[in-house]
């Protein structure tokens, strides 16, 4: 389930799965928006929506694929793609073992880059360009200390483009689009304005003070379009990078 929340007059634009509500529906729907400080003039709601636990989730991913026989190389950095006259030759990969460096050429049939917004950097090397840039978004994980005053439905706050989501006993909050390249330094003033925010809605919801933060890079391209396919100039090389871009 998701619950879109308005506080705001607006157009709303909804599929045919999603409904509107009135800020009575919506506190029916999710109970922990009674205590809300902030009006909300209604919502959007999508019964088929879901959230999860995304940790989770890669790791029992991996558990399976592990399974069926493929291998992870944990630890161990892709330092540059070998060039070939048609193609891509080998990876050059890097690890530290017992305080020393490793390496090792790793060859395939064919190559995969998926590295997000570091996709790039690494097909710079080959004179590829990419049309990727990296939006650090931020996320506060609170500790719940009342599970009827934090908010067990999925929802999204429309006026600050925040989503909050319920991990058991830790309610997850994520937002912003700090454009700053590949730093990660937390910005106190974005931190701050997620729990801001949760108070107004959640006021109750849980230990803000022992909130802890983090912080990284989402690609984000001009179109907002995903590139997906095959490098016609590198014919064994595949990456998030559209022919049509």
């Known amino acids: 389930m998701k619950l879109v929340i ?3 007059d607006g157009v709303i634009n909804y599929d045919s799965d999603q409904f509107v509500k009135t800020p009575a529906e919506c506190a029916e729907i999710e109970p922990a928006l009674r205590h809300t400080r902030r009006a909300i003039v209604g919502g959007t709601y999508t ?7 995304a940790m989770k989730f890669t790791q029992a991913l991996a558990q399976l694929c592990a399974a069926a026989g493929v291998v992870f190389r944990y630890d161990t950095t892709v330092e540059k793609l070998l060039p070939a006259a048609n193609g ?12 020393d460096a490793r390496s090792e050429i790793l060859r395939a ?3 995969v880059v998926s590295m997000g917004s570091y996709s790039p950097l690494l097909l710079r090397q080959l004179g590829i360009p990419l049309d990727v840039y990296p939006a650090k978004g931020y996320s506060a994980t609170i500790p ?7 908010p067990s439905v999925a929802m999204t706050d429309d006026g600050y483009k925040i989503v909050f989501s319920r991990l058991g006993d830790r309610l997850r909050v994520a937002g912003t689009a700090e454009i700053n390249g590949y730093n990660l330094d937390l910005t106190p003033v974005r931190c701050r304005m997620l729990i801001d925010r949760t108070r107004e809605i959640f006021p109750n919801a849980g230990d803000f003070d022992a909130a802890e933060f983090w912080t990284g890079l989402r690609p984000t391209t001009p179109s ?8 016609s100039e590198r014919g064994n090389l595949w990456t998030n990078r559209s022919e049509e871009h």
Do not use: K, M
């Not at 019964?47 to 636990?53: N, P, Q, V």
């Not at 891509?88 to 305080?99: A, F, H, T, Y």
């Not at 719940?144 to 934090?150: F, Q, W």
């Open 6 to 8: 308005l506080d705001r």
């Open 47 to 53: 019964a088929t929506d879901e959230s999860g636990d």
């Open 88 to 99: 891509i030759d080998g990876v050059q990969l890097g690890w530290q073992e017992d305080g």
């Open 109 to 111: 049939d064919a190559y």
């Open 144 to 150: 719940v200390r009342d599970g009827d005053e934090a």
């Open 224 to 231: 907002n379009l995903p590139y997906v396919g095959r490098l």
